[in-house]
Nanobody
Framework: QVQLVESGGGLVQPGGSLRLSCAASGSIWGINAMGWYRQAPGKQRELVAAITSGGSTNYADSVKGRFTISRDNAKNTVYLQMNSLKPEDTAVYYC???????????????WGQGTQVTVSS
């Protein structure tokens, strides 16, 4: 079974840094774009950053210059380096990947279980 497993969330002070990781596992034929979304209490889930299989990236305006998305295709893993964190970055962060299972015919989006990031003094 194909799945995404996130790690790296936690509590950090304003101005601090965290690095999130998300590893895809299972019988995977291929992975296209991967990305990170977040959802704060009472708000809709929003795109934070995304990266294509070729390495092209895009970011939400609110995180440009502070967050960096990267991926290791050999490890089927995507990372989100978050610097200069602000209280408004507090949210549950979800990994998303467009994948095709081995033996399957379709590409579809998969979600991780989410990891809490709290920025507070």
């Amino acid at each position: 079974q194909v799945q995404l497993v996130e790690s790296g969330g936690g509590l950090v002070q304003p101005g601090g840094s965290l690095r999130l990781s998300c590893a895809a596992s299972g019988s995977i034929w291929g992975i296209n774009a991967m990305g990170w979304y977040r959802q704060a209490p009472g708000k809709q889930r929003e795109l934070v950053a995304a990266i294509t299989s070729g390495g092209s990236t895009n970011y939400a305006d609110s995180v440009k210059g502070r967050f960096t998305i990267s991926r290791d295709n050999a490890k089927n893993t995507v990372y989100l380096q978050m610097n200069s964190l602000k209280p408004e970055d507090t949210a549950v962060y979800y990994c998303n990947a467009d994948m095709r299972p081995l033996g399957g015919s379709y590409w579809r989006g998969y979600w991780g279980q989410g990891t809490q990031v709290t920025v507070s003094s």
